[in-house]
C-alpha cells in the first residue's frame, strides 16, 4: 500500500502508469505527494475503484491500474 509521503521506485511505476491514463502531469521523481494523492483519487473516481481509502494506493486500486496500463 502507497500512500502519501511514500518514496522509491514503486512510486515511479505509479506516476509512469496514471501518466499513460492521462490522469497525472507532474514528474515521475517517485515522491507520493498532494498531486500524486490527487491523481489516484481522480483514477478510483473515473474507474469506480472501491476498496481504498480515497488517494490510496492499495490492492484493489492497483490491479485495476495494473490491467488498464503497461508495465512501465
Do not use: C
Not at 21 to 37: F, I, K, M, Q
Request: aromatic share 6%.
Amino acid at each position: 500500500m502507497l500512500r502519501e509521503g511514500a518514496g522509491g521506485p514503486e512510486v515511479v511505476e505509479l506516476q509512469e502508469r496514471l501518466r499513460q491514463l492521462a490522469v497525472y502531469p507532474g514528474p515521475e521523481d517517485g515522491r507520493y505527494d498532494t498531486d500524486v494523492r490527487d491523481a489516484v483519487a481522480r483514477y478510483q473516481r473515473t474507474y469506480g475503484v472501491a476498496g481504498d481509502p480515497v488517494g490510496v494506493y492499495g490492492a484493489p486500486t492497483r490491479a485495476s491500474l495494473e490491467s488498464r496500463t503497461q508495465a512501465p
